[in-house]
């Protein structure tokens, strides 16, 4: 009675969710093909929340036995078709394979599956909710749905029809659908697959770990090699290629246990949602407070944030403008699975290296897709072969595609071999790596080639002391280039951003910073200023999570500067052998930089005077690579005094103003157009 009851109840949902109909049109789709399966496979999308209201009973089957529950709609979809005469061609129920797919499942927390937490339950096949990022994914290829068998003796009345139908159920393998030791339940003959009636589907396997495993990323140090376990996740039919590398999804799946050569826990995917966590709503109080005694200047807030900015790092006023491109390049990360199109690759010129290393560390940990390249493994996707002995081809991420919306800091350019670097510079120039697979090396007739979108920035540095030293009789003959000669030209002038940090630079106090180092040694958990502890590490994650979010768009006297600026400074370096110096993604990271500093000043709108800065970083950084021209800038122009306090504040800001007055005539008199802007001016 009580499975009359329940179905009584499918059906009742179906006829109200509109799944009736969709069962019908599908149903048509069959009929008018005219073709004879093996199996019919329907999807059925079920709302928990909605069928639980209807029927309780029904509600709870399909959660927790949802193999079962599926049985049910089976049988309503058969007495369907039958009354229906919806397939002329289908004549068993079995032949119905029906696939229950949920929206969603109760936020409790027994539904959830946490991938730290083991033994995992693969023996109840229920539905279980997990997240994770991808990090490896195979190729498509086919499963077998279903299959027709019949019996081998002639005279035997099953040697036709529909009675044995093999449907795959989840967590099955190949070999558990399509064997050839099955015996006829009447006369005892073997029975023998009809292949013509093979129905195929796609299948996909992915691997997935928890996000908290990219910890071990960013706290990483050489010496200590580490894994993390990954759980495999089986897609198939229409789940294939819904799951990118590098991206953070839910899945709602029922986990099995999968015995092949090795004996693992996978997960059966159901349903796929893209996980986007939640913007943070505000900052805190101290930045909240900072930034309203600083509303009169647009450069004031960021100029203090760059000052104490890893102040358990460095002493506050050590390498103000490098911490205030990390700030910048870490607000143009973004966590929301969306395409990142604003880049900010960081190239450092260092003798410094421990304290720079030291600094980038640190900073990567501050958004959620930070990486720590690790030196033993690769930066760039690399092929294996599918240890579930599928055939297919498995790709592993690498660090860049898991870094996907954030940083990959790679460490030491030099300590990476010739082909990576070239590598390396064709994915900064494209954005976006192909993969080769070669047929012939996978058991495959055909190659294939996979092309992944790559959206980090790249954080990484030079031993100017190493590069020195084997340069030494090098004479610079442009003013302001630096020698760079230890990395080929192509790749530095890849990186959008190369900054000169050195303790000769003017921002290097020395003096604080060796006490600064001592007091560390003694005490590495002190807070050893004021600044420390006023903005904590979690106020400024805080402040980063919701200045990335914002946004921004251009005012059109900031527009108007920014291509000013870009086809002045074009013009100008321009020569007649080489051609242009600026290629054409100089005009992307202007952009980039600009909108940087307006998220980090918490703006909507980009103003001039973040044009400003964004024009400033990006001369300085292109005088290191070419040498100045008449646009000069001084190499510490954005932090050009010592000082560091309020007036020295109001200094910096008289000097920033005259800076957009000399762009300005920059500009006029080398932009473009020259005309139209004066005019409006
Ligand atoms: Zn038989």
């Not at 290097?508 to 005490?523: C, E, G, M």
């Amino acid at each position: 009675m009580s499975n009359l009851k329940m179905k009584e109840a499918a059906l009742i949902y179906l006829d109200r969710s509109g799944g009736l109909q969709k069962f019908i049109d599908d149903c048509k789709f069959y009929n008018d093909s005219k073709q004879s399966y093996a199996v019919y496979r329907f999807s059925i999308l079920i709302n928990p929340s909605d069928i639980v209201e209807l029927d309780a009973e029904l509600g709870n089957y399909i959660l927790h036995q949802p193999l079962k529950a599926a049985h049910v709609f089976q049988s309503v979809c058969f007495v369907a078709v039958k009354t229906l005469s919806l397939i002329g061609q289908l004549q068993t129920e079995t032949q119905i394979n029906i696939v229950l797919k949920l929206t969603h499942l109760p936020p409790l927390r027994s539904y959830s599956l946490d991938l730290c937490e083991f033994p995992l339950d693969y023996a109840s096949q229920r539905f279980y909710m997990m997240q994770g990022i991808v990090i490896a994914m195979t190729t498509v290829t086919k499963y077998t749905q279903g299959a027709r068998f019949l019996c081998s003796d002639e005279a035997c009345p099953l040697s036709k029809g529909f009675e044995y139908i093999r449907v795959h159920v989840p967590g099955a393998t190949e070999s558990a659908t399509v064997r050839n030791d099955f015996l006829c339940n009447l006369c005892s003959s073997s029975l023998q697959e009809d292949r013509k009636f093979r129905v195929l589907g796609d299948k996909q396997i992915v691997e997935i770990i928890t996000a908290k495993a990219l910890h071990a990323f960013q706290g990483y140090s050489n010496s200590q090699p580490f894994r993390f376990q990954s759980l495999t996740i089986f897609l198939r039919d229409e789940s294939v290629s819904k799951m990118n590398i590098g991206n953070e999804y839910k899945i709602i799946g029922i986990p099995t246990c999968v015995r092949t050569s090795q004996t693992a826990v996978c997960i059966e995917a159901n349903s796929i949602i893209s996980y986007n966590p939640e913007v943070p709503s505000g900052i805190s109080d101290n930045f909240r407070y900072l930034l309203s005694l600083t509303s009169s200047s647009c450069w004031k807030f960021t100029a203090i944030l760059a000052n104490i900015f890893a102040s358990q790092i460095v002493p506050p006023g050590t390498y103000n403008l490098l911490k205030l491109c990390l700030l910048m390049s870490l607000v143009q990360t973004s966590d929301r699975n969306k395409e990142l199109k604003d880049c900010l690759d960081i190239l450092i010129m260092t003798s410094d290296t421990l304290l720079v290393d030291r600094l980038l560390n640190f900073s990567i940990k501050l958004v959620p897709r930070g990486i720590r390249h690790p030196v033993s493994t690769e930066i760039f996707p690399t092929l294996s072969r599918n240890k579930y002995g599928t055939g297919a081809v498995s790709i592993q991420a690498g660090s860049a595609l898991l870094a996907k919306g954030g940083i990959c800091f790679i460490g030491d350019l030099a300590s990476h071999k010739k082909d990576k670097l070239e590598q390396l510079q064709s994915v900064v120039e494209s954005r976006s790596i192909t993969v080769y697979i070669p047929g012939k090396k996978f058991g495959d007739d055909i190659n294939q080639q996979m092309t992944f979108p790559v959206q980090c920035s790249f954080w990484s540095f030079v031993d100017m002391d190493s590069s020195s030293r084997r340069n030494m009789q090098k004479t610079n003959t442009l003013i302001g280039r630096m020698d760079c000669s230890l990395i080929p030209a192509n790749l530095v002038e890849a990186f959008g951003l190369l900054i000169n940090c050195n303790e000769s630079s003017s921002s290097y106090p020395l003096i604080s910073t060796v006490q600064h180092t001592l007091k560390k040694a003694i005490n590495p958990e002190e807070l050893l200023y004021v600044a420390s502890k006023k903005f904590t590490t979690e106020d400024f994650e805080k402040l980063l999570a919701f200045a990335k979010n914002l946004n921004v768009e251009f005012s059109l006297e900031a527009e108007r500067m920014i291509h000013g600026y870009y086809l002045a400074s074009r013009r100008i370096r321009t020569d007649s052998i080489s051609g242009s110096k600026l290629s054409a993604s100089a005009l992307k990271y202007l952009v980039s930089l600009a909108e940087a500093h307006a998220r980090l000043n918490l703006r909507n709108r980009v103003l001039k005077e973040d044009v400003l800065i964004a024009a400033l970083l990006f001369e300085t950084s292109l005088t290191l690579k070419y040498g100045a021209t008449v646009f000069c800038v001084a190499p510490n122009a954005v932090f050009p005094f010592e000082l560091y306090n309020e007036e020295y504040l109001e200094q910096r800001d008289i000097y920033l103003n005259q800076c957009q007055q000399q762009l300005q005539q920059f500009i006029a008199t080398y932009g473009p157009g020259t005309a139209i802007f004066t005019s409006d001016e």
